[in-house]
Each structure stands twice: as structure tokens, then as C-alpha cells.
């Protein structure tokens, strides 16, 4: 039979039942009386199981010694009501059988608290932690909530490329693809003739779906796109990956102040969402990582989004006798610090700012009648900073390749996304929220590195 998972078995096994789980040992304590209790876990839920092996089951005196922490094991029995507190019931084991052994003595995940510098560097184990398991179960929970929120509205979810010929935003942070030996070349020292390679043309790791996900907005309605995006940026801060996962919506007909609902709407639903689905994991990271996660989340959810100007914004900071490290000043983009600012002390709530400088934005923003501010809009929220870009995009032919010249685009690179606006445009916009950001509002973590199962940052592509 089909081994039962341990959050059911915790929450709705009866005394009585006769069942089968397999997991991992947290840890194994011997008693004078001839009989062993295991802490059993299977990656289900924050909580163990604790399994009671008597002396009498076959096979106990030639395999439990090697039911150390770590191990993997395979157990049948019979639930009984627990007489232990802070446990309903446990299982009094009829068979034991040891399916993996772990070595004691050099097992790195030892009862001692472990920083999450040295679990990075064993993120093939650091999964079994209480903080990593619920980190996985959080992170799967958004990303859930995330397709739940949009096919509840009647979104389509499409796929994009991964590798692209086109930079989304016009920054050249980008990894490269291709076959060429590149080895090679280095010896001849010649000039790279990219007609020679895979795509015959310069190719490289998407740094957004955006562009392709226009196409479809402009063709089939309301649509979203969810994957892996790359962005070669030389940045070792808790805020930056190389690989990270992008959920970006467009919608066609839309206008700004109808993308700045959405997003709102949107961030508001996820929370609840995980609230709702992960109790006794936002309870341990309220207690062991954050004291103020539940209460930021609530903020959050529970308090309107306050939708101000970029420049008013820019005021206000100005105004506010703070010293920042970062200076203030209208035509530059904001830092974390101001965004904080901003959400956690001026106003206490989420904001959205909104009508940024037109050269701090990408060329496909819709440019305001003032010629010096496009329709973007940049979601904040209290501890992270911005969690949501977005904006309307331009639909206007001839603005629209202007300021891909401004931005030193080629517009012949851009013919297709320019046709998008030759053939039927219509107003529109879109968002992008990063996930491991939302992850680590919603955790508490300090360092994205911990929101995302294999972190890649510069210098460090293991596992």
C-alpha cells in the first residue's frame, strides 16, 4: 500500500488505524524497558511523528542501531492515542525496516543550530531542516496561489522562450548562449562570427517573457506567463540572483490605474492564500526568523494601497530629515532604503508610486504628455521594498521606435514586437513580480539565497 503522509496522519489518524509511513530520522532514544522511540519526518509538515519500536518487532536488535538521525526507514503498525503531551497519538511499530543508513558521525545536520551560510553550502541536504521544509512548502503554496489567482479570472497561462535574441530591458546584463568553442576562438583570437552558431545570431538566457507575452495578449486576451529568468548582474547582495523565477501578467485594454488594481488585488490574494494554507509554518517563521512576519502580512492585506506620484514621493523623502546613503533626487530610481522609508515609517502601509522618469525606465513604458514621466508603476511594501514593477505599455507606433533610438535599441531587432503596433494596437499593460522576492516577504528570510532551492549568484553555480 501507499505509504500515508504524516500531516494527515496528524491531523485525521484515528487510534486504531493500521498504516505505513516512510521518512527520515530526526532522532532515536533508547529506553531501559527494551524499546526505542524514533522522530520520524517525511518533509509534510513542520511536526514529527514519534514512532515506538518494541524490542519484540523482528529484526529490532540488528537494525536499530543503525536508526540514527538521518536515516531513512519504512514502518507499519497501528496508531495509538499518545500519552506524551504536545502529541495526539504515535505509532507502535509491527515492522521496522531501514531503508538507507546514514553515517552518524558525519552527518552534517547535527541537533546544534547551523547558520544559513553553511546550509548553502550543503543545499542538497538543507531541505530536511524545519526552516527549509517550510520554506518548500511556502514557495510551493504562492506559486499555486499565483495559478489559482489567475485562471480564477480567466487568464491563459503561456510559456515563453528562455533563450531569446531580444533584451527585454535594454540593460546587457545578459548570459550568453552558444555553441561555438569558444576555447578555441580564445587561441585563435579571432572575431566571434556568430552566422557559425546554433541560432546563427547572438543569443542569450531571457531576462524577461514580457515582449513574447504582448504577442499573446494582443491576440488571445488576459494572459500570464511563470518561469526562469536570468540576469548576469556582478551584485553579492541579499536582495540579487542570477536565476530567479518571474510571474508576469498582460493584459490587453488595460490602462495604469487598472494594472496598479490588479497588482494590488494580486498581492493581496497570494497572502491570504498562504495564511490560509501554511498555518503552523508562518507561525514557526513569526517565532524563529521573524516576529514581525504575521504582522507585516496583515498590514498588508488588511490596509489599502496608498497610490502615489514618483515625485511626490521624491518630496517627501527630501522632507523627511533622514539620512539616507543613497541621495535623493528627482530623475533617479529609488533605493531599498527610501522604499522602506516610504511603506515602514512615513506612511506605515503599502504604497504604489507611479509616473516615473522616462530615462531611469525601459523604452516600452507609455510615455506621459509631459514628455519627462512614463505610466510605470512600482508596488512597495514594508521590510522588502519593491515587490511588483509594472506599467502601461507604449502602443504608439511612432513614440514607440523613438524611444528605442533614445534607449539605443536597434528598431529592426524589434520588428515583430514594433508589427504588434501596426496590426490592430490597442492600449495595454503588464507586471512582473520576482518570486523568491514575495518568498522572502512572506518568510522573513534576509537573504533571497535561502527563497530559492539552488541559488545562483556570482561565482557559486553548484548542485
Known amino acids: 500500500m501507499a505509504p500515508a503522509r504524516i500531516t494527515r496522519l496528524l491531523k485525521e489518524g484515528q487510534s486504531g488505524d493500521q498504516v505505513e509511513v516512510r521518512g527520515w530520522v530526526r532522532t532515536r532514544r533508547d529506553s531501559k524497558q527494551g524499546f526505542s522511540f524514533i522522530e520520524l519526518n517525511d518533509g509534510s509538515c513542520m511536526a514529527n511523528l514519534q514512532v515506538v519500536v518494541d524490542a519484540n518487532v523482528e529484526g529490532y536488535e540488528s537494525t536499530i542501531k543503525d536508526v540514527s538521525t538521518g536515516a531513512s526507514v519504512a514502518v507499519t503498525g497501528k496508531l495509538n492515542e499518545s500519552p506524551g503531551k504536545g502529541q495526539r497519538i504515535e505509532l507502535h511499530a509491527d515492522s521496522l525496516k531501514l531503508l538507507g543508513t546514514a553515517d552518524a558521525q558525519n552527518y552534517p545536520l547535527q541537533k546544534k543550530r547551523h547558520s544559513f551560510e553553511f546550509l548553502r553550502e550543503i543545499a542538497h541536504l538543507r531541505p530536511r531542516t524545519n526552516t527549509f521544509g517550510a520554506i518548500a512548502r511556502v514557495r510551493n503554496a504562492i506559486s499555486s496561489a499565483i495559478h489559482n489567482f489567475f485562471q480564477e479570472r480567466g487568464f491563459l497561462y503561456i510559456q515563453t522562450p528562455i ?28 572575431e566571434i562570427d556568430f552566422t557559425q552558431d546554433f541560432f546563427g545570431k547572438p543569443a542569450s538566457l531571457t531576462v524577461s517573457g514580457q515582449l513574447e507575452a504582448e504577442i499573446y495578449a494582443t491576440s488571445v486576451g488576459d494572459c500570464y506567463t511563470f518561469g526562469p529568468t536570468f540576469r548576469a548582474e556582478n551584485s553579492n547582495t541579499t536582495r540579487h540572483l542570477a536565476e530567479f523565477w518571474m510571474v508576469e501578467p498582460e493584459m490587453p485594454f488595460y490602462e495604469l490605474n487598472d494594472n496598479m488594481a490588479l497588482a494590488e488585488e494580486f498581492i493581496r490574494y497570494v497572502i491570504r492564500q498562504v495564511l490560509e494554507t501554511c498555518p503552523e509554518d508562518m507561525e514557526f ?88 514621466t512614463v505610466r510605470a508603476m512600482d508596488v512597495l511594501v514594508p521590510r522588502v521594498g519593491e515587490i511588483i514593477g509594472g506599467s502601461q505599455r507604449e502602443e504608439r507606433l511612432d513614440v514607440l521606435t523613438d524611444r528605442m533610438t533614445e534607449c539605443q535599441l536597434d528598431p529592426d531587432d524589434y520588428w515583430w514586437y514594433l508589427d504588434l503596433r501596426r496590426y490592430g494596437t490597442v492600449p495595454h499593460s503588464g507586471f512582473g513580480l520576482g518570486l523568491e522576492r514575495l518568498v522572502q516577504l512572506v518568510t522573513g528570510m534576509t537573504n533571497i539565497r535561502d527563497c530559492i532551492p539552488f541559488p545562483r549568484t556570482p561565482k557559486n553555480a553548484e548542485f
Open 163 to 190: 533563450i531569446t535574441t531580444s533584451d527585454c530591458e535594454g540593460a546587457g546584463e545578459l548570459f550568453q548562449v552558444t555553441t561555438l568553442d569558444l576555447v578555441r576562438l580564445a587561441k585563435l583570437q579571432t
Open 285 to 372: 517563521f513569526n517565532l524563529r526568523i521573524d516576529k514581525t512576519v504575521l504582522e507585516t502580512l496583515n498590514n498588508i492585506t488588511e490596509n489599502d494601497f496608498i497610490r502615489l506620484p514618483y515625485t511626490e514621493a521624491i518630496t517627501i523623502l527630501e522632507g523627511s530629515g533622514q539620512e539616507f546613503e543613497y541621495p535623493v533626487e528627482w530623475g533617479r530610481d529609488l533605493q531599498s532604503e527610501h522604499e522602506r522609508f516610504l511603506t515602514e515609517t512615513h506612511f506605515k502601509q503599502p504604497v504604489i508610486l507611479y509616473d516615473y522618469p522616462r530615462t531611469i525606465k525601459p523604452f516600452y513604458m507609455r510615455c506621459n504628455d509631459d514628455d519627462k
